[in-house]
């Protein structure tokens, strides 16, 4: 109860850059999820789920690419319907047989998460490859997607 | 995002890439007899820019992701960084024998135990 009583000064300081330490922390979270909402991703924890995604437009091709350490190409299922694409599957994590497990960061989870790309896509000519964790679909625009140069002509 | 509103089309906007961060790669710990085995996510990290560092007992990883982009971002949720996280190794790892592979993303780090730290039975003489 005593202790209550003997905040010096030097205790208000504390308390406060703490508190902008804090805060400061707090705006890097946010804003380290939540740049560039463009499009939405329906997924299963936080604000975007997992696995982050992001989206390119190269001209020619929507090309969506997602952070997957520890999936194959054979772990995750990349369908696609009409202009919405979809990632399924599961990053399932167990400690290995035999050992203890000291502390566990790494999110265990099953995911579906849908994308609405911003123009339609020719389902015949998609592609998708995962290397060193990074899943890239690569999906070419609709031909009348595409963009097109409109010539200027003098009056 | 790229929509028709009658004859106005509004063109997708770059996205401007701002400062690299520094990011804390989410680790798993895990033991056995045997050793400390360390697992991180690292996506998108190759070995050549992966940097393990043992000082004294501060272990420290440190990665530089970079992201293979053409064409204009539409939407990012994650960036090019930098990965960085440090642990203090107990004693009684043999830092001689550390080992550390990348597959997939994703590090496995084993840190093995010096023999005189394993556990052993001590067998009783009737005396």
Known sequence: MWSRWNLGWSDFDDMFSTMSQLRTYM????????????????????????????????????????????????????????????????????????????????????????????????????????????LTVTLEKAADAMPRQISVKAA | MARETGLVKQEPQSLVQSDRRTVTPACDIYENKEEVLLVADLPGVTPEALKINLDNDELTLEARRDLASEGALLSAEYRDCDYRRSFVVPSGIDASRIAAELKNGILQLHLPKSEDVKPRAISVRAG
Do not use: M
Not at chain 1, 42 to 71: F, M
């Open chain 1, 27 to 134: 705006d890097r979270v946010f804003d380290d999820t939540s740049a560039g909402r463009a499009w939405e991703g329906r997924g299963l924890s936080g604000l975007g789920g997992w696995p982050r995604a992001n989206l390119t437009d190269t001209g020619s091709h929507i090309s969506v690419t997602a952070e997957v350490p520890g999936l194959s190409e054979k772990d995750i299922k990349v369908s696609l319907n009409q202009d919405v694409l979809t990632l399924s599957g599961q990053r399932p994590i167990e400690a290995p047989k035999g050992y203890s497990t000291h502390r566990q960061e790494r999110p265990s989870v099953e995911f579906s998460r849908s994308f609405s790309l911003p123009c339609r896509v020719n389902p015949e000519h998609a592609a998708a490859a995962v290397k060193n964790g990074i």
